[in-house]
């Protein structure tokens, strides 16, 4: 039976990268659909670049950021903050690299919100986070879990910003996705294989989920 | 009553534009508030809903000033209590007609409530599980109604409310808001571009022209006006 560790570690990381993006997504997403600038366009093409940039890039930059040769590194490294190959360097990696497919979906729900439902529930006494909470929030819910769904895919298949900001250490950062390209250095294809049959059975239960919801939307239009 | 004297710039099709005020609303009247697109109609009703300020003005309600530009006072919307009515969607989808009305109510008094004493005023009882998509565009709009009702406003502000209904839908509904005007002394304002609302329903009309108007006419003046209009065509 090969080790279970990886998928248990690429699960946990999958997680924690939606759980959080959730909730740093939403002001961010929400913010983005109600400025009005020209500078609006740079900063959506910002969220945006994770999508077309290569991953190694990120994990390279993000490498040489928390390096302790470096001012910000170093300063972390001060406060015992070590984050090159380690469980938070792959995390942070992840919620870069997994930020646009989080943000993007719930800017478009807050922006087809109609502007009428935060204007009625303030006619009924409601301040701005009730509103949020009560009325616009359970009306985007179909883009929350595509969301969540969708970054949870992203994060499960991550490689290379891993493999440049964690390495491949065991337990530590040995994602089930460097778990199969380790077992294919070393000829264990039924190790390569136990892994890639597991990604794949929860990448083809994901895309159903995203097919349902989005079924169960037009049903709702 | 309401006492609305007020200036705002808005953007129309010939560029920016002033959009000048005075009125007096009366209470338990229904009065029209007229004019082509883009005259300001809706603009006006987010005046006085709180939802939108103007550069220059007062707006007051009764004894209680909402609204002076020179004093610096703006109550917000929440503490308006004005209905609020729209063409469509005006019930939030994501709730029972029953949450719906339970929404407008302040939570310690949600108990209180008797929520199918209240449809039943509206014609709706048995309704409380429905979803609005359940429903028709004049049931849409009378729990609506019902909503304002629970929420105990004061002044209901309707803008084209029955523009997505058809005519036999739309003569009930006169029937209805008329009664209902009277059963709880109601200041309904009512923002129509269509004659016909405001021949059957209103009791007042404030004519938007060139986004000016310098207040409400009674119904007959506003026929004489109208038939003018038609025989200079």
Known sequence: ?221 | MLDIHIKKQIKSVRGETALEVQAHFKNEAITGIYGNSGEGKSTLFNIIAGLSSPEDGTLRYNDLVWLDSVKEINLPTQKRNTGYIFQTNSLFPHFTVKENILFAVKNENQHEVAVSEILSQVDMEGMENRYPHQLSGGQVQRIAIARALAQKAQIILMDEPFSALDLEIKQKLYSFIKVFKKKYNLMILIVTHDINDIFYLCDEVLWIKNHKTTGTIPIDEFKKEIELKLRNL
């Open chain 1, 1 to 221: 039976m090969p080790d279970l560790s990886p998928i248990l570690l690429s699960l946990k990381l999958a997680l924690l990268t939606s759980f959080v993006l959730l909730v740093i997504g939403l002001p961010i997403a929400y913010a983005l659909s109600i400025w009005k600038s020209k500078a609006k366009i740079f900063v959506e093409s910002l969220v945006s670049l994770p999508i077309i940039l290569p991953p190694t890039v990120i994990g390279f930059y993000l490498l040489i950021l928390f390096s302790p040769e470096n001012l910000f590194g170093e300063t972390l490294a001060n406060f015992g903050i070590h984050i090159p190959f380690t469980f938070s360097g792959i995390l942070i990696a992840s919620l870069v690299y997994s930020f646009p497919f989080m943000v993007q979906p719930l800017q478009k729900a807050f922006e087809q919100i109609p502007q009428h439902y935060w204007n009625i529930s303030y006619t009924l006494g409601k301040s701005k986070f009730e509103t949020l909470i009560k009325v616009v929030l359970p009306n985007m819910k179909h883009a929350i879990l595509t969301g969540f769904i969708l970054t949870f895919a992203h994060t499960m298949g991550e490689f290379g910003v891993i493999l440049m900001i964690g390495g491949n250490i065991p337990g530590e950062t040995k994602v089930a996705s460097l778990a199969i390209y380790s077992d294919l250095e070393a000829l264990d294809y039924s190790a390569a294989h136990f892994y890639s049959i597991i990604l794949l059975t929860i990448s083809i239960l994901i895309i159903f989920m995203v097919n349902l919801l989005n079924k169960d939307k037009k049903a709702d239009a």
